[in-house]
Nanobody, 115 residues
Framework: QVQFVESGGGLVQAGGSLRLSCAAS????????MGWFRQAPGKQRELVAL???????NYADSVKGRFTISRGTAKNTVDLQMLSLKPEDTAVYFC?????????WGQGTQVTVSS
């Protein structure tokens, strides 16, 4: 069973920064990619950033230049550094990990950016 430990959400003023961290465990074949999605109230869940096992990254246009995803020092961990946060970044952020043909989700962490 895949399990996640997410941390780093919180409340910050516009222009501030936060760092999200996620550690995944429980896959017998490892994770081909890990990343972060977010869901704001009344909106669909959307990709924020993703990083593959070989280090390729993909970002939503809305966060390019402000957010950076990276693999943590420990195995199966991923960090998301968020700079210049905007009120529209407010959402629940979910860690995501892809293993084989399946996608797994963390429980989510709230990020609130006040104006």
């Amino acid at each position: 069973q895949v399990q996640f430990v997410e941390s780093g959400g919180g409340l910050v003023q516009a222009g501030g920064s936060l760092r999200l961290s996620c550690a995944a465990s429980g896959s017998t074949v490892g994770f081909a990619a890990m990343g972060w999605f977010r869901q704001a109230p009344g909106k669909q869940r959307e990709l924020v950033a993703l990083i593959t096992v070989v280090g390729r990254t993909n970002y939503a246009d809305s966060v390019k230049g402000r957010f950076t995803i990276s693999r943590g020092t420990a195995k199966n961990t991923v960090d998301l550094q968020m700079l210049s946060l905007k009120p529209e970044d407010t959402a629940v952020y979910f860690c995501n990990a892809i293993s084989g043909a399946y996608a797994y989700w963390g429980q989510g962490t709230q990020v609130t950016v006040s104006s």
